[in-house]
């Protein structure tokens, strides 16, 4: 059965920590991994992963993937109370069908 | 500024009842998805859509719950009769796929949240 599994499921943390969030998959015909940022509304797009090894980087928020043992990280250095939210995790396997992991709810504290 | 629009944005209604939400996906996108996301569940496809064509439904109770792209704009998410565990937040998700064979990115609507009394 597919799963996409998130951890740790929350985190509370200051300002100017530095947070990783983990993301392990099993999907058949994976064709990469999605990270969604999720504040009181919809999820909104962060990163696209495909291929392995590559890191990925917005202002203080980067995601690596790695194809061989199954997970992605998220990380966020010197983190703001505005970083505060769901994170999401998502796998796009063939066909396009999109499975989300639980999420890891992370509280910036000032 | 291109973005997913749904209505209503709020819907209160009685067990029993027709509930249509809808959503207007990015113009030019050509796949919709339509989500559901409650704590205990989280984020479940319901169902989407390749050029209007329903792709996969298997996520959607058949029974009672039934979407479709009657064009280009507008994409429907029907339940009727609606229950209480119907309610949750359903969201309507847009991309453009250019290859089948290559990953998109997903651009998510506000949402509709539903409660069933």
């Known amino acids: 059965e597919d799963k996409v599994v998130q951890s740790p499921l929350s985190l509370v943390v200051h300002e100017g920590d530095t947070v990783t969030l983990n993301c392990s998959y099993e999907v058949t015909n994976f064709r990469s991994l999605l990270w969604y940022k999720q504040e009181k509304k919809a999820p909104t797009f962060l990163f696209m992963l495909t291929s392995s090894g590559i890191e990925k980087k917005s202002g203080r928020l980067s995601s690596i993937l790695d194809k061989k043992e199954l997970f992605s990280i998220l990380n966020i250095t010197a983190t703001q109370t505005g970083d505060s939210a769901v994170y999401l995790c998502?796998?796009?396997?063939?066909?396009?069908?999109?499975?989300f992991g639980s999420g890891t709810k992370l509280n910036v504290k000032p | 500024d291109a973005r997913v629009t749904q209505t209503p944005r709020d819907k209160v209604t009685e067990m029993g009842q027709e509930v249509t939400m809808r959503c207007q996906p990015i113009?030019?996108?050509?796949?919709v998805f339509w989500y559901r996301q409650t704590m205990m569940q989280g984020l479940e496809l319901l169902a989407y859509f390749r050029n209007r064509a329903p792709l996969d439904d298997s996520g959607m109770p058949k029974d009672r719950f039934s979407a479709e792209m009657p064009d280009a704009t507008l994409a429907t998410l029907k339940i009727q009769p609606s229950e209480p565990r119907d309610s949750a937040v359903y969201f309507c998700a847009s991309g453009l796929v250019l290859n089948p064979d290559s990953s998109y990115e997903q651009y998510f609507g506000p949402g509709t949240r539903l409660t069933v009394t």
């Open positions: 113009l030019g996108h050509n796949t």
């Open positions: 998502a796998v796009d396997r063939n066909f396009n069908k999109f499975y």
